[in-house]
C-alpha cells in the first residue's frame, strides 16, 4: 500500500458509486455480490485508471493504483515538456516576471513529484557530459551571481551574458561553470568577447545532493581578440571572503534524464539544463 497514488473516503450512498469514477474493481465487506454488481452496472465506466473499492461500516474508500510503466513515462514526458515550455523565452531567467517564476516553480514540482526521488548513488554517470542553462530563477535578479554576489548585468557595467554551461566528469570530479560574456567598450572599439571558466571539484552527498568546493578562474578572450592567451584570475584568500562567499555550494538534483536536469540551490534556485 506504500505505493497507492491516491486515496480518498466518501460516504457510503450509490449516488457516489454512480459519479463518473474509472472501472473499478471492488470488494466490499458486509454486503452481497449481487449487490455490488448492482453498484457497478449503474454507470458504464471507461477504463483509464486501476482503482479498489473497499468497504467499511459506514463509509466506502477509492484507492487509486500506480498505471503501467508506460503511462507514467508517458506522463513525465508530458510534465518536461510543460517545464520546457514555461521556462522558454525568459532569456535563461534574466526575463521573468514574478508571474513567470510562480508557473515555472510549478511546473518544476509537478514533474519532480511524478517522477519521483532521484538518485545518483547507483548511477552517476547520467551527471557526465556538458549541459546547457537554459533557465535560472536567480537570474531574475538581473545579477551574475543570482542570489549572491555578481555583477549587474544591463545596469552599472556594460556586461551582456551569453550562454551558460556545466561541464561535468565524473571520473575526475570536475565541475566547471562556463560563462560566456560580452563586455562593452567606448565607440569605436568593438565589444570585447570572452568565456570565463570556473573550475570547482564536486562530490555527492546522500543519493541527490552536489557539493561543488572552488578552485580557480579562467579567463580567455574570443573573438577578434581571441589570439590573446587564457589567464588565471586571481583567487581572494579565504580570510577576506564574505560570508556569503565561501567558494563552496550545494544543490540538489530533483529530476535528471538523458538530456534534462533540474536542480534546486542552497539558496532556493531553480535551474534547468539540457545536454550540450
Not at 552517476?124 to 538581473?142: C, E, M, N, T, V
Not at 580567455?220 to 584570475?233: A, C, D, I, M, R
Not at 584568500?237 to 534546486?264: A, K, W
Request: glycine share 8%; net charge positive; with cysteine.
Amino acid at each position: 500500500m506504500a505505493s497507492l497514488l491516491q486515496y480518498s473516503t466518501l460516504p457510503l450512498s450509490n449516488n457516489h458509486c454512480s459519479s463518473s469514477l474509472p472501472s473499478l474493481t471492488c470488494h466490499l465487506s458486509k454486503r452481497s455480490n449481487r449487490n455490488t454488481q448492482k453498484l457497478l452496472e449503474k454507470k458504464k465506466y471507461h477504463i483509464k485508471k486501476s482503482l479498489i473499492c473497499q468497504s467499511g461500516i459506514d463509509e466506502l474508500a477509492f484507492i487509486e493504483l500506480p498505471g503501467t510503466k508506460e503511462a507514467k513515462a508517458e506522463l513525465i514526458g508530458s510534465l518536461k515538456l510543460k517545464l520546457l515550455s514555461a521556462v522558454s523565452g525568459l532569456n535563461r531567467g534574466l526575463a521573468a516576471s514574478e508571474e513567470d517564476l510562480k508557473k515555472a516553480d510549478a511546473a518544476a514540482k509537478e514533474l519532480e513529484s511524478c517522477a519521483g526521488a532521484v538518485d545518483l548513488s547507483a548511477d552517476l554517470d547520467k551527471l557526465q557530459g556538458r549541459w546547457k542553462l537554459i533557465y535560472s530563477s536567480a537570474f531574475s535578479g538581473r545579477t551574475l551571481g543570482g542570489s549572491r554576489p555578481g555583477p549587474p548585468t544591463g545596469r552599472l557595467l556594460p556586461i551582456t551574458l551569453g550562454q551558460v554551461f556545466q561541464r561535468i566528469d565524473v571520473l575526475s570530479k570536475d565541475f566547471d561553470n562556463i560563462v560566456e560574456l560580452e563586455l562593452g567598450a567606448p565607440w569605436p572599439l568593438p565589444p570585447a568577447e570572452l568565456t570565463a571558466t570556473l573550475a570547482h571539484k564536486f562530490e555527492l552527498i546522500g543519493s541527490s545532493t552536489i557539493k561543488i568546493t572552488f578552485e580557480k578562474t579562467t579567463v580567455k578572450t574570443t573573438g577578434n581578440l581571441s589570439q590573446l592567451p587564457p589567464f588565471e584570475v586571481p583567487r581572494i584568500p579565504d580570510q577576506l571572503r564574505p560570508p556569503s562567499n565561501t567558494g563552496s555550494g550545494e544543490f540538489e538534483v530533483t529530476y535528471i534524464d538523458s538530456d534534462t536536469r533540474v536542480t534546486r540551490g542552497d539558496r532556493g534556485e531553480l535551474r534547468v539544463f539540457v545536454i550540450s
